[in-house]
């Protein structure tokens, strides 16, 4: 494997990518990083440690840290997201904590970016294929 592709497959786990057509938000597209990203798998790393045994695999653990994941690293910005008048709502880091601190919108938000971050994952694994190929 040549470094050139192994230098393009890092830049699909660490960069940021526009990703639309999500099921649950049409019209909107997500600027997200890959789910592998270091600094979110440190994150979840961390938030994991810090939990009894017991807890380490309660849905409602899991949901606490995919949530801090989106809303520290994982979620960069949007595009095509509007408020209930039709204003576009632009991506801020308070702005989106605002929204994950609404239990419906926060849900919904997780979704899209986790659903993103498979699709980025998914090109990079067909990227390597191609690659590979060549």
């Given amino acids: 494997m040549r470094l050139s592709q192994i230098r393009k497959i890092g ?14 938000l049409p019209g909107v597209e997500l600027h997200v990083m890959s789910a592998g990203h270091p600094a979110a798998r ?20 899991i949901d606490r840290i995919e949530s801090a994941q989106v809303q520290e690293f994982l979620l960069v910005g ?14 801020s880091r308070e702005k989106l904590a605002e929204l994950m601190a609404d239990p419906e919108i926060s849900a919904v938000l997780v979704d899209s970016v986790r659903l993103a971050a ?4 998914v090109m990079g694994a067909k990227e390597i294929e191609a690659d590979l190929k060549n």
């Avoid at 830049?11 to 649950?24: C, F, S, V, Y």
């Avoid at 498979?118 to 994952?121: L, N, P, S, T």
């Fill in 42 to 61: 440190h994150l979840a790393s961390r938030m994991i440690s810090a939990l009894p045994m017991a807890k380490r695999m309660d849905p409602a653990e």
């Fill in 118 to 121: 498979d699709r980025i994952a």
């Fill in 78 to 91: 949007w595009r095509g997201l509007a408020d209930d008048d039709g204003a576009e709502i632009e991506f």
């Fill in 11 to 24: 830049n699909t786990i660490i960069g940021a990518h526009w990703i639309g057509d999500l099921p649950l």
